[in-house]
């Protein structure tokens, strides 16, 4: 079995991980990656506003600012591109993709290991629901499969992030429960199936990056 792609994420970029989320709605992982770089970019920018620059400023950190000011001015052009794409598209097609991967997560905890692709699968299920309730972009099991194909391996991150929306309370950190998800989705296989539901070698994985 495969090994995971692993991204860390420090304390500020951890207070953002909405726009991170945004970032892997991207279809394809060379776009998630760039995006993540992008979101690393936004988040100092972020930072930076509220940062007084002055003689207090070492010079190190304000010849940095300079040195990275056109690297920042690109990145914030193409995270306007970005957003654009996750709102238009992106954005539906990830939230098809975690309400699947809440599907299966519910399959396996209840030892049913249920297929996705079988009739009366999980994928056929998400259809049925959707025709039911209306949802736009997910009654067509061709295209769920086109979805779940291309965002599967990082529903794990939006999934954490709802559940603790939902659960204030809970102890959990959501990188913790992140990955917590993605180890299950990547260990577990539906019922006669040779593969896990989800590859490890086409998820990404986020960990809390602690230090200065």
Not at 188 to 210: I, W
Request: some cysteine; glycine content about 8%.
């Amino acid at each position: 079995m495969g090994n995971s792609m692993q991204i860390p994420l420090n304390g500020p970029e951890c207070e953002c991980l909405g726009l991170f989320r945004m970032a892997i709605s991207e279809e394809t992982d060379e776009e998630r990656l760039r995006a993540i770089q992008v979101i690393r970019h936004e988040v100092v920018s972020l930072g930076l506003e509220n940062f007084p620059i002055g003689k207090s400023s070492s010079n190190e950190f304000t010849r940095w600012i300079a040195e990275t000011a056109r690297e920042r001015y690109d990145a914030a052009h193409e995270f306007g591109e970005i957003a654009q794409r996750y709102e238009g598209k992106n954005e539906r097609h990830l939230n098809i993709a975690e309400y699947i991967g809440k599907r299966v997560w519910d399959s396996i905890q209840n030892e049913k290991f249920q297929g996705l692709h079988t009739p009366s699968g999980i994928l056929e299920q998400t259809s049925d629901y959707a025709r039911k309730m209306g949802i736009r972009g997910a009654r067509d099991q061709s295209v769920l499969r086109e979805i779940w194909g291309k965002h599967r391996g990082v529903v794990h991150l939006g999934m954490a992030m709802d559940f603790c929306e939902d659960h204030p309370g809970t102890t959990w950190h959501v990188l913790q429960l992140a990955e917590t998800f993605r180890a299950g989705l990547s260990s577990n296989y539906p019922q006669n199936a040779p593969s896990p539901y989800v590859d490890p070698d086409v998820q990404l994985s986020f960990f809390y990056l602690s230090g200065p």
